[in-house]
């Protein structure tokens, strides 16, 4: 299993099942998921604020379902089921190496949550 599914999985379980009518077809590839019954986890963990997708080039929204996902994903997930949150103090404490790294600046806020918490290591950047 990859470590995409697995981490849905793991969201989807925090996040419960109960998926608003406002949040159906929130992504416009929601119909090409890997495996049936997706659609309403997915709609689950984006209402939760869980897992947000992305825009495409045509300025769609999309999950993404098929791809792998990222490192800064990750951290990002595990940021948003921790509940905590980080001071601009300790982002910026982090910001040169997280720069150096070529971190997406969304993930700034994780990242350096994740550093200071001792989630990750400066080597993990």
Do not use: C
């Given at each position: 299993?990859?470590r995409?599914a697995?981490l849905?999985?793991?969201a989807?379980m925090?996040a419960?099942s109960t998926?608003s009518?406002a949040?159906?077809e929130?992504?416009?590839?929601?119909?090409?998921?890997?495996?049936?019954g997706?659609?309403a986890y997915?709609?689950?963990v984006?209402?939760?604020?869980?897992?947000?997708?992305?825009?495409?080039e045509d300025?769609?929204r999309?999950?993404?379902?098929k791809?792998n996902i990222?490192?800064?994903?990750?951290?990002q997930l595990?940021?948003?089921?921790?509940?905590d949150?980080?001071?601009d103090?300790?982002?910026?404490?982090?910001a040169?190496d997280?720069?150096?790294?070529n971190?997406?600046?969304?993930?700034?806020e994780?990242t350096?949550?994740?550093?200071?918490?001792v989630?990750?290591?400066?080597?993990?950047?």
């Amino acid at each position: 299993m990859n470590r995409k599914a697995v981490l849905f999985l793991a969201a989807v379980m925090t996040a419960g099942s109960t998926v608003s009518a406002a949040a159906a077809e929130t992504f416009e590839d929601i119909n090409d998921v890997p495996w049936g019954g997706a659609q309403a986890y997915i709609n689950s963990v984006y209402s939760s604020g869980l897992m947000v997708g992305d825009i495409n080039e045509d300025g769609e929204r999309v999950f993404r379902a098929k791809d792998n996902i990222s490192y800064s994903e990750t951290v990002q997930l595990v940021y948003a089921l921790s509940g905590d949150q980080t001071t601009d103090e300790v982002i910026n404490k982090w910001a040169g190496d997280m720069r150096n790294n070529n971190i997406p600046r969304w993930a700034y806020e994780s990242t350096a949550y994740a550093l200071s918490a001792v989630l990750i290591t400066r080597s993990d950047l």
